[in-house]
């Protein structure tokens, strides 16, 4: 099976900056589109930012400008660059690919998830 771990969460004051990482680990022949979500207490879950396998990537408004997604296919993980931050990023933050295995079969998978809270 295939896992996407992530880490980097935490705590920052506004203005600050932190990286997210998502490695993922298993049964894995190609790994398409990387994307990051995420979701804050009463509002719905947001697609922030995303990268092809050939490293165009596209952002949500609310983050473009702020935020930088990159990946690094060699060790099957996708970054995500947080700075300026806002109180309003306050978010669970989730990755997501859509990965090819071994076998031909393609799945979608979503990490754990990591909080991040932006706060003075």
């Known amino acids: 099976q295939v896992q996407l771990v992530e880490s980097g969460g935490g705590l920052a004051q506004p203005g600050g900056s932190l990286r997210l990482s998502c490695a993922a680990s298993?049964?894995?022949?190609?790994?398409?589109?990387m994307d990051w979500h995420r979701q804050a207490p009463g509002i719905q879950r947001e697609l922030i930012a995303s990268i092809t396998s050939g490293g165009t990537t596209n952002y949500a408004d609310s983050v473009k400008g702020r935020f930088t997604i990159s990946r690094d296919n060699a060790k099957n993980t996708v970054y995500l660059q947080m700075k300026s931050l806002k109180p309003e990023d306050t978010a669970v933050y989730y990755c997501?690919?859509?990965?090819?295995?071994?076998?031909?079969?393609?799945?979608?998978?979503w990490g754990q998830g990591t909080q991040v809270t932006v706060s003075s």
């Open positions: 997501h690919a859509d990965i090819r295995g071994r076998f031909g079969l393609m799945y979608s998978y």
């Open positions: 298993g049964s894995i022949f190609s790994i398409n589109a």
